[in-house]
């Protein structure tokens, strides 16, 4: 894309950062009320937003229709993925977070293999709507119309989800069981089912991240891995189960990837690992104490 | 009694299992014998696994970053000082075990699946470095052609597969055999103690957080010395070596192993490892669809608990407390609370 040097350089790179870590939120939000309400760490959940961006590749032709049908497309089968996921679960439900981790690292790898079957091993393009395909001025700057627009969705994403979970009965329902789950099964509320739900709606969250981020980090066979240590960082420096945490480390995250690098190139590939170090060591009694192993 | 028998036979198994290994490299062609000191090599990775998810009660999958960390420091720093393995079994067993300590403040107060989360993400961070520090690492592509060592001063350069292999299992049962030693001894006692009831030893006075963080460097020596042998058997490093892929392949060999036993996480690591290596033979395109099937149906195979209760039988380590037995034990592994 071309930049304008004139102004601030430095622009384009920080409004990624915003596009990229906004993506990466409404990604890992997923894995935080997995782990959050089910003590599950479900390393599956990168093939999830895979789900969707293979759809979004396979789905998307340049028109509304196809980007409205891909995202419906999308998030189902990412849901249903997420359910399933929880469905083998229940089953192991009683036994260690070992063999849950294992089941889920299972998983992905039976589900990746399966998108690569389906879809081919090479990395497939993806055409974003004809309207949004060109760019636009940004103070000056050239910048891709459809990554302001993703900025936009997605914020409103965020700020849905951020509704859900403190405004509506099912939102208070998932917030007491990170509490307490038993205190929620002795009111009444099967956690089986409660572990369902949280596992479709990281799917639906994950599905819906792969299509409309599918021009940002596309599909293809590294995509699961990269999604998944992207979250799994994001929600490790977010605080392990906090929204609003994961949203301040997320936007971070975005920014040390596009801006860091373009600051510091030869630097870049340490900043992560620098800024996941610092503040788990600052942070680490209170990590510990905020979640014991439940 | 019924105790005994088993102890005889796993006995029995043990010296099976060594035989066939001493024996391996007279009966198959080069490329298995290159491929088993390989798989050796990640058997000690598992041992370190273990010794971090069973007998500590930190379930970890990212041992991969001390191994990588050896494997590394190994090819990079060894091969300018000298040409002996040992010396750069050294080098790598600091590296590992600097690594491991660098990373102590991030696990010693967590426990569980929080451990399981950190850790990974260290294995990932890692590796990822790894892959872009190209001066030192040679990027993705590796570092290729790393020279021949000699085991100790004053032998033959280690040119066959064979020979690698054997100097492998040679220091594989020596590392093993100190970590079963010290199993032994009271430190393998406090650790299982910490594991099972952390509470109860802390108020005994014990501070639980720094055994916690000897093990856990400890466990780094022990897979940075694998990240040295695996150099010694591929002469050839990469990244694609320490991949996430591998640390769950670990877990579940140790898992299959019975988790808090030393020599059955090494046995199973061996197993899932070489499991592996012979699907991406037989199924090329399939195997990780196979792979993960196998995951899925190990995980719902494993009896009741997921693992089997610390004092039970199973474990190839003879003469520990009897389990107390009783509902309410925790999990031998993650479980703290």
Partial sequence: MAVDTRIDPYLVPALDGVAYGLLVFVAAAGLVLCFGVAGILNLAHGTLYAIGGYTAAALLDGGWSSLLLALAVGTVAATAAGALVAGLLTRVAARSHLTQALLTFGLAL???????????????????PAALDGSVAVAGHRYA??????????AVLAGLLHVAVRRTRAGMLVRAAVDDAEMVAVLGVNPAWIRLG??????ALAGAAGVLGAPIIGPGPDTADAVLLLSLVVVVLGGLGSMGGTLLAALAVGQIQTLGVALAPSAAPFLLFAAMAAVLAVRARGLATARRAS | MRDEAVRALRRGVAVLVLAALVLAPWTVDDYTVALLARTLALGLVGVSVALLTGVAGLPTLGQTAPYAAGAYASAVLGSRLSDVAVVHLVV??????????ATVPLVVYARGV????????IGELVVTVVGRWRSVTGGSDGLAGVPPVRPVWGLPVLATDRARYLYALVVVAVLVGAVLLVLHTRVGLLLRAGRDDEARLRASGHRVPAHVAVVHVAAGAVAGA????????QQFVSPADFGFDTSALLLLGVVVGGATSVGGALVGAVIVVAGRDWLFGVLPGYAPLVLGLAFVVTVYLLPGDGHRSAGGPGRLLPGLPASPGGRERPAPTGART
């Fill in chain 1, 145 to 154: 119309a459809y990554r302001l627009v993703f900025i936009v969705v997605a």
């Fill in chain 1, 110 to 128: 039976v589900g990746g293999s399966l998108l690569v079957a389906a879809f081919g091993p090479d990395d497939p393009p993806v055409r974003v």
């Fill in chain 1, 198 to 203: 949280v596992l479709a709606a990281a799917g």
């Fill in chain 2, 114 to 121: 929080i451990v399981l989360m950190i850790t990974l993400a």
């Fill in chain 2, 226 to 233: 694998a990240g040295s042998l695996l150099v010694v058997a």
């Fill in chain 2, 92 to 101: 790598a067993a600091a590296a590992g075990a600097a690594l491991a300590a």
